[in-house]
């Protein structure tokens, strides 16, 4: 499933084009929208930084001319941008793209529902079989932690928490996503033990009254001299 962001012009579909072009352009972003390599660039990009061709080749281990393909794809209908250039090697000039998010692709309510039930499906899915794995091997507990809690914040307060999380998760699963290859791995880090994780996060509106203390968590961590 692709990242996605869902801003205010995009739920309302408001635009300057006419109705029939916008709804054209809307299936044509979809459509590119919804694929696994594209999906990764997509991925690799949201973190804000701009990237060359070059640089996303490397990432996905894809030939230039590969990614060339994605890329041009997702330029044309502005789903990212170009956002400047630099000296390359021999002379050639390096051009860096990034994200665009006011252009991708417009989401009507059928999607918005659609992206809401995958998404706490897939949350419930994780949740499930984690604490499945919990009460079936209390001899080696591995580290968890879960719970929930309500607060009452400042919208821009709660905006920039909402960023912070987003970018602390995402730079964590960028850090370990090759985890799972133990080649690639060692590349990475001094030590590569193969210990699957799901890391699920959520800030969602509440109707809960503000309680003295909401918080509702559970956490565990294994004695250090065991692990």
Known sequence: MPYISLTKAALNGKNGNSEDDEKRLTEKRKKIFRHPVRDRILGILRDGKARTQSDLGKILTMSNAAVHYHVKLLLEVGIIKLHSTRPGPNGITEKL????????????????????????????????????????????????????????????ELLQFKREVEKLFNDFYMKYEDAGDEKKCLQKISFCKKETFAVTFAILPSREKKAEDSRNILEFEPDAKES
């Open 97 to 156: 793209y990034a994200v665009d998010t006011e252009n991708w692709p417009v989401a009507s309510e059928d999607d918005v529902n659609y992206y809401i039930d995958y998404m706490v499906s897939w949350m419930n899915e994780r949740h499930r079989e984690g604490v499945n794995i919990l009460k079936s091997e209390r001899d080696d507990m591995p580290p968890f932690l879960a719970g929930s809690y309500s607060v009452s914040a400042p919208m821009p």
